[in-house]
T-cell receptor
Framework: GQQLNQSPQSMFIQEGEDVSMNCTSS?????WLWYKQDPGEGPVLLIA?????ELTSNGRLTAQFGITRKDSFLNISASIPSDVGIYFC?????????????FGQGTILTVHP | SAVISQKPSRDICQRGTSLTIQCQVD?????MFWYRQQPGQSLTLIAT?????????ESGFVIDKFPISRPNLTFSTLTVSNMSPEDSSIYLC??????????????FGPGTRLTVL
């Protein structure tokens, strides 16, 4: 089946630092989504990307849809303690796979005050 | 977006029993999905819950083990049947919001944390 390779698996950073994580795939996706999951909660949608090359920001978060449609990255600027959590990328192929999301393995982010 | 609730939020069950998880959405949605998240792992799609017809299951998941109902556009249930400890996971429902730029955006419920003894 489809696989998304998400890296890094975990990050330990100081408050105020910038963070970057990415996802790559051997398959093309029509949509890339980035989610954050807090302990005991469901994933919360952060950013959705729809077009190759698209760069979208949501506050301190910036994400890009790779030109090849096989990758995406998420940047978090000036991290704060509440950024702690697990970040997942997800790709959607569309067509007969309409609606189906494939998830990356997740990046565990720890922010030290 | 959509507001999604799940019941129960967590449960501890005995091996061999079954548990039905409910998912309620605050608006009508075309597409509802059920995911499993095993401990420390990512999310894996179990099936697409189709309104008025049988669910569409992903490879590795079968209707006898995970029967799904979708009686209307705001509600679905997932049953985990004949449970074993390997079924201990978080089960999440999600919905895809229809129309406009929101196509492709899936929103998740809070999850049901299941422990099977």
């Amino acid at each position: 089946g489809q696989q998304l390779n998400q890296s890094p698996q975990s990050m330990f950073i100081q408050e105020g630092e910038d963070v970057s994580m990415n996802c790559t795939s051997s398959s093309i996706f029509n949509t890339w989504l980035w989610y954050k999951q807090d302990p005991g909660e469901g994933p919360v949608l952060l950013i959705a990307l729809y077009k190759a090359g698209e760069l979208t920001s949501n506050g301190r978060l910036t994400a890009q849809f790779g030109i090849t449609r096989k990758d995406s990255f998420l940047n978090i600027s000036a991290s704060i303690p509440s950024d702690v959590g697990i970040y997942f990328c997800a790709g959607r192929q569309g067509g007969t796979s309409y609606g189906k999301l494939t998830f990356g393995q997740g990046t565990i982010l720890t922010v030290h005050p | 977006s959509a507001v999604i609730s799940q019941k129960p939020s967590r449960d501890i069950c005995q091996r061999g029993t079954s548990l039905t998880i409910q998912c309620q959405v605050d608006s009508q949605v075309t597409m509802m999905f059920w995911y499993r998240q095993q401990p420390g792992q990512s999310l894996t799609l179990i099936a697409t819950a189709n309104q008025g017809s049988e669910a569409t299951y992903e490879s590795g998941f079968v209707i006898d083990k995970f029967p799904i109902s979708r009686p209307n556009l705001t509600f679905s249930t997932l049953t985990v049947s004949n449970m074993s400890p390997e079924d201990s996971s978080i089960y999440l429902c999600s919905v895809e919001v229809p129309g406009g730029r929101a196509i492709g955006e899936q929103f998740f419920g809070p999850g049901t944390r299941l422990t099977v003894l």
